[in-house]
Nanobody, 130 residues
């Protein structure tokens, strides 16, 4: 059974950094598309960083470009999201997701998330405040 478990969330001051981890089991990470999404209560889910199965490029939402970095460690079957220069607008629940579909990185993040992504974690909360 495939499972994704996020960790690393917490509270941080503006300008600080956090690294989220997503432990993936039951999937071969080498041939799986992955992505990070976030949601603020009362708002829609936002795809912020996605990497397709072809590993051509990583798509980043404009809201996080230059500050967040998605990376993968296949040896530990873990997906990371390094988040730097955090601001209060980054406060949200962050979700890791995986897909066995062949789709480009941008579609994974900006398309119908429930269509493109097959597996979801339960989320980890990030709060940025002074």
């Amino acid at each position: 059974q495939s499972q994704l478990v996020e960790s690393g969330g917490g509270s941080v001051q503006p300008g600080g950094s956090l690294r989220l981890s997503c432990a993936v089991t039951g999937l071969t990470l080498d041939s799986t598309a992955v992505g990070w999404f976030r949601q603020v209560p009362g708002k829609g889910r936002e795809g912020i960083a996605c990497l397709s199965r072809s590993r051509g490029y990583t798509y980043y939402a404009d809201s996080v470009k230059g500050r967040f970095t998605l990376s993968i460690d296949t040896a530990f079957s873990t997906v990371y999201l390094q988040m730097n220069n955090l601001n209060p607008e980054d406060t949200a629940v962050y979700y890791c997701a995986a897909s066995i579909r062949w789709a480009n990185s941008q579609d994974l993040c900006t398309g119908d998330h429930d269509y493109y992504m097959d597996y979801w974690g339960k989320g980890t909360r990030v709060t940025v405040s002074s």
